[in-house]
C-alpha cells in the first residue's frame, strides 16, 4: 500500500533557528512531491514541487530535497520567523493522471518569538 | 479574482438531505480534485476529473456525485448527507504533468446534524 508518512506530529522550535521537516513514502515510483503549508481555517498553499528526475528545489528560504531510493524528502527551512507557524504536507504524486496524490498528516510547525 | 473559489465556506444540512457544494476556477486547468480533510485520517480524495465531461473515483467516492459540463466548475454533491460526512472539503485544479502543483481552494465546512 501507498502510504506518507510525517515525522514529527507537531514540532516548536525559537525563532531564528534552521530547521527540517521529513517525509517518507513506501514507494519510490513516484511521480513528483509536492510541499505544502496549511494556515488553520484555510486550504492549502503549494510550497515546492520536486519532480522525479530531480533532487532538489528552492524558493526562498525554503529548500526541498527528494531521495527516491530511500524514500524520503525534507523540506529545510531558514532562520525560521513566526509567521512560518503552520502546518506543512508533503504529498506524493504516481502517475499522469495525478489523481493518485497520497498525502502525509503533516507537521504542525510552531515557531516562538 | 482570479483563482480557485469554493462556496458556501460554511454549511450546516440535516441528515438526509441533499446538499451541493459548489468549485470555480479562473486558470482553465484541466484537472480538478475534492478532497476531504479529518482529524485522524488526513486529506482523502473524494472524485477528480481530467477534463470536462471526464470523471473519476477516487478513495473515498461513496455517497457523493460528481459533474462536470464546463472545464472551469466542479461541483460536488452529496444526495442523502450522513453525519459521517461532516468534515471539510476542499477542491483543487491543476495543469497536469510531472510540474504542475495542485492549487487549493479555502474549504468548505460542512456539518451534518
Known amino acids: 500500500k501507498q502510504e506518507v508518512t510525517q515525522i514529527p506530529a507537531a514540532l516548536s522550535v525559537p525563532e531564528g533557528e534552521n530547521l527540517v521537516l521529513n517525509c517518507s513514502f513506501t514507494?519510490?515510483?513516484?511521480?513528483?512531491l509536492q510541499w505544502f503549508r496549511q494556515d488553520p481555517g484555510k486550504g492549502l498553499t503549494s510550497l515546492l514541487l520536486i519532480q522525479s528526475s530531480q533532487r532538489e528545489q528552492t524558493s526562498g528560504r525554503l529548500n526541498a530535497s527528494l531521495d527516491k531510493s530511500s524514500g524520503r524528502s525534507t523540506l529545510y527551512i531558514a532562520a525560521s520567523q513566526p509567521g512560518d507557524s503552520a502546518t506543512y504536507l508533503c504529498?506524493?504524486?504516481?502517475?499522469?493522471?495525478?489523481?493518485?496524490?497520497?498525502f502525509g498528516k503533516g507537521t504542525k510547525l510552531s515557531v516562538k518569538p | 479574482d482570479a483563482g480557485i473559489t469554493q462556496s458556501p465556506r460554511y454549511k450546516i444540512t440535516e441528515t438526509g438531505r441533499q446538499v451541493t457544494l459548489m468549485c470555480h476556477q479562473t486558470?482553465?486547468?484541466?484537472?480538478m480534485f475534492w478532497y476531504r480533510q479529518d482529524l485522524g485520517h488526513g486529506l482523502r480524495l473524494i472524485y477528480y476529473?481530467?477534463?470536462?465531461?471526464?470523471?473519476d473515483k477516487g478513495e473515498v467516492p461513496d455517497g457523493y456525485v460528481v459533474s462536470r459540463s464546463k472545464t472551469e466548475n466542479f461541483p460536488l454533491t452529496l444526495e442523502s448527507a450522513t453525519r459521517s460526512q461532516t468534515s471539510v472539503y476542499f477542491c483543487?485544479?491543476?495543469?497536469?504533468?510531472?510540474?504542475?502543483?495542485?492549487?487549493f481552494g479555502n474549504g468548505t465546512r460542512l456539518t451534518v446534524t
Open positions: 476529473s481530467a477534463a470536462a465531461d471526464i470523471t
Open positions: 483543487a485544479s491543476s495543469w497536469g504533468g510531472r510540474g504542475s502543483p495542485l492549487h
Open positions: 514507494d519510490s515510483a513516484i511521480y513528483n
Open positions: 504529498a506524493a504524486s504516481y502517475g499522469g493522471s495525478q489523481g493518485n496524490l497520497i
Open positions: 486558470w482553465s486547468h484541466s484537472y
